[in-house]
Every structure is written in C-alpha cells, then in structure tokens.
Nanobody, 126 residues
Framework: VQLQASGGGLVESGGSLRLSCSASGRTIGPYSMGWFRQAPGKDREFVGAVSSSGAFKEIADSVLDRFTISRESGKTTSFLEMNNLKPEDTAVYYC????????????????????WGQGTLVTVSS
C-alpha cells in the first residue's frame, strides 16, 4: 500500500487548507486512516483519524474546533479540512493507514499504523 498526501502549502494565519490522502494498492479488510503532524523539534502528534466505514472519527482536542476529517465513499481517500489556521499549526502533515479488526475502529496511536505517506508541509504565516 502506498499513500500520497497533498494539499499543503503556505497560508496566512486565519486561512484554510484541505489536505488529501489517497491510498493505492490493495487494502485487505477494514482500516483506519489517520493524520499526524510533526513540527520542527517536536514529536509527531495525532491530528485526526477516520474509520473505513466513515462513520467513526477522532480529532485531537487541540484542533477540534478548527479541523475536520472525512473520507471519500468507495475510495481509500481521506481529507483533512483545516480552518482558522494558526502559526502553531505549521508542521509536516503525514497520512497513514492501519489495518484494524472491525470497520468501526479508529487508531490514534502512530505505532499502530502500518503504512505512511511522505508528508506534506503546511506553513502558516503570522
């Protein structure tokens, strides 16, 4: 499985971006698609994840009022909609995919993810 993340870029504070993540290759069984980010000098942190059914989602408390996650029906594609961006959101954003037991499981821990995309840089200017 290969993941391709896109949609990053430079945006002013208060702006919006929509990140996309598409998986190619064969995914066997249910999965969780997640987004993580890593700012310079900081650990990778969970941002959001969506189940393969699309019915279950988790968003980090730090961005809960500004970010939303969704997936495209029938495709192994997820979207991270980021609004009211702040300079502290500046980071490389990674998408990931984890095999799970049932379609209702959402993984929030990086070590549980099996496949990772290359990352897309989001820079928010003040």
């Amino acid at each position: 499985v290969q993941l391709q993340a896109s949609g990053g870029g430079l945006v002013e504070s208060g702006g919006s971006l929509r990140l996309s993540c598409s998986a190619s290759g064969r995914t066997i069984g249910p999965y969780s698609m997640g987004w993580f980010r890593q700012a310079p000098g900081k650990d990778r942190e969970f941002v959001g994840a969506v189940s393969s059914s699309g019915a279950f989602k988790e968003i980090a408390d730090s961005v809960l009022d500004r970010f939303t996650i969704s997936r495209e029906s029938g495709k192994t594609t997820s979207f991270l909609e980021m609004n009211n961006l702040k300079p502290e959101d500046t980071a490389v954003y990674y998408c990931a995919l984890a095999s799970v037991r049932t379609s209702g499981i959402v993984q929030m821990t990086a070590r549980n993810y099996d496949f990772w995309g290359q990352g897309t840089l989001v820079t928010v200017s003040s």
